[in-house]
Nanobody, 124 residues
Framework: VQLQASGGGLVQAGGSLRLSCAASGRSFSQYTTAWFRQAPGKDREFVAAVRWGSGPTFYADSVKDRFTIFRDNAENAIALQMNSLKPEDTAVYYC??????????????????WGQGTLVTVSS
């Protein structure tokens, strides 16, 4: 399985970006898909996830009500719509694919496949 993330860039605080992650080699529809991020000097952290099929979705408290994760099973892709961006959202964002159960969607170890990361920089 290969995951290709895209859509990162430089944006001013308050702006929006949309990240995309396309998968090849395996269908998204039977997996949990997620976004994590890693800021400079910090550990990688959970951002959002959507379970296989039609949901549900999960969000970190720091992004809830600003970010939306959604999947396009027909395109075998997921996206992360990020609104009201803050400087503290600056990080490399990674998409991930795995067999996470509800209690473990926030755990990096639940995901066996990772994209290469895309950098998001939010200026103040």
């Amino acid at each position: 399985v290969q995951l290709q993330a895209s859509g990162g860039g430089l944006v001013q605080a308050g702006g929006s970006l949309r990240l995309s992650c396309a998968a090849s080699g395996r269908s998204f529809s039977q997996y949990t898909t997620a976004w994590f991020r890693q800021a400079p000097g910090k550990d990688r952290e959970f951002v959002a996830a959507v379970r296989w099929g039609s949901g549900p979705t999960f969000y970190a408290d720091s992004v809830k009500d600003r970010f939306t994760i959604f999947r396009d099973n027909a395109e075998n892709a997921i996206a992360l719509q990020m609104n009201s961006l803050k400087p503290e959202d600056t990080a490399v964002y990674y998409c991930a694919l795995g067999r996470a159960i509800i209690s473990s969607v926030r755990d990096m170890g639940s995901y066996g496949f990772w994209g290469q990361g895309t950098l998001v920089t939010v200026s103040s």
